[in-house]
């Protein structure tokens, strides 16, 4: 494909939603675009403001953290599995409201609590900090929710 084709197309693509630099590489590769193109088109849309990395970042901690209901560390996986920055992984985290984030930890918990079966106290709450982890959450606030969710027997 030629230069001017795949940068009309990568600028199309980075449109529709936001995206990273490994994303718009891994389509240009695909689009069978040589390696020095690759990266002039990269500068390019980032000069342009069709990308950014702080911007996909933020974008990316916010939907994953609201409406995936992930925990930080799975949302800091994903990011890293993506190419990006530990500076701007920590900076988009750090946005994220701890209250918001521990209300949300509760609900699953709580959530979960009531459809999982355990002979014992101990193995339920096994079974919930097995499910928390799962979804990329510390244990420290996992040990939190669990004594609300304990306190208010939800």
């Known amino acids: 494909m030629k230069e001017e084709d795949a940068l009309r197309r990568a600028?199309?693509?980075c449109a529709t939603a936001e995206r990273c630099k490994s994303?718009?590489?891994e389509k240009l590769k695909k689009w069978e675009t040589d390696a020095e193109a690759i990266e002039r088109i990269?500068?390019?849309l980032e000069k342009e403001n069709y990308l950014s990395e702080e911007r996909?970042?933020?974008?990316?901690?916010m939907d994953k953290f609201r409406f995936?209901?992930?925990?930080?560390?799975?949302?800091?996986?994903?990011?890293?599995?993506?190419?990006?920055?530990?500076s701007e992984i920590y900076n988009a985290l750090d946005a994220i409201?701890?209250?918001?984030?521990?209300?949300?930890?509760?609900s699953l918990i709580a959530a979960k609590k009531r459809s999982?079966?355990?002979k014992s106290d101990y193995e339920l709450n096994g079974k919930l900090i097995r499910f928390a982890l799962s979804r990329g959450f510390e244990m420290g606030d996992i040990s939190k929710c669990l004594k609300g969710c304990d306190e208010?027997?939800?």
């Open 56 to 61: 996909f970042c933020r974008a990316f901690v």
């Open 68 to 86: 995936a209901k992930w925990g930080k560390l799975k949302i800091r996986q994903a990011l890293s599995l993506k190419k990006i920055s530990s």
């Open 23 to 25: 994303d718009i590489r």
């Open 116 to 118: 999982t079966k355990a």
């Open 11 to 13: 600028g199309s693509y």
């Open 152 to 154: 208010y027997d939800v």
């Open 97 to 106: 409201d701890e209250r918001e984030y521990l209300e949300i930890l509760t």
């Open 42 to 44: 990269i500068e390019r």
